[in-house]
């Protein structure tokens, strides 16, 4: 079974010169986590959520390689990490996305096993992007293969004869 059978079609976008703050509105009115970003001609350019907000709102001491480990050591900081959260409200999404040359991806005819595999290894949700357009084709996640799946099942309960074969000796 492709990939296509549980994508999400039309997901709620946002477009990339929109604030980090009108974004964040968006994600919280949807109850979305993650945003496809989109440039000013409908073309997928890239994905931006919470865990990237969350991921520019630590220090660069904390983000570079071999920076800081823990933080636990500040206390009375969330007067500081408002004010970082504030900054970013007022950038652009472009600026804090991550750019699809950046993304693993999926297309539609991915097989939903390698789907799966790439959830577990990479988190949700995975853009579909056509291989040879760039066209987006949209996104995969937990909820949309699972609701699938369980939608696969009813149908195959519908003929358990065809799917479902009982072993003579163990009934």
Not at 128 to 156: C, K, R, W, Y
Request: hydrophobic share 45%; with cysteine; aromatic share 4%.
């Amino acid at each position: 079974m492709p990939c296509s059978a549980a994508l999400i079609k039309a997901p709620v976008c946002v477009k990339e010169d929109v604030t980090v703050k009108d974004a964040m509105a968006l994600m919280s009115g949807h109850g979305l986590r993650t945003l496809p970003v989109m440039d000013g001609h409908g073309r997928f350019v890239g994905m931006f959520g919470l865990n990237v907000l969350l991921d520019n709102l630590l220090p660069v001491s904390v983000r570079m390689q071999d920076g800081l480990e823990r933080l636990d050591f500040l206390e009375g900081a969330s007067p500081g990490v408002a004010k970082r959260l504030l900054k970013l409200e007022k950038k652009r999404v472009s600026e804090l996305m991550i750019s699809v040359a950046d993304l693993p991806t999926i297309h539609a005819e991915t097989a939903i096993w390698e789907g799966i595999r790439m959830m577990v290894v990479h988190g949700s949700p995975l853009a579909a992007v056509d291989p040879q357009t760039g066209l987006f084709q949209g996104l995969l996640s937990e909820q949309s293969v699972i609701a699938n799946l369980e939608h696969v099942i009813e149908e195959m309960e519908k003929t358990p004869d065809v799917y479902f074969h009982k072993n003579k000796n163990n009934g």
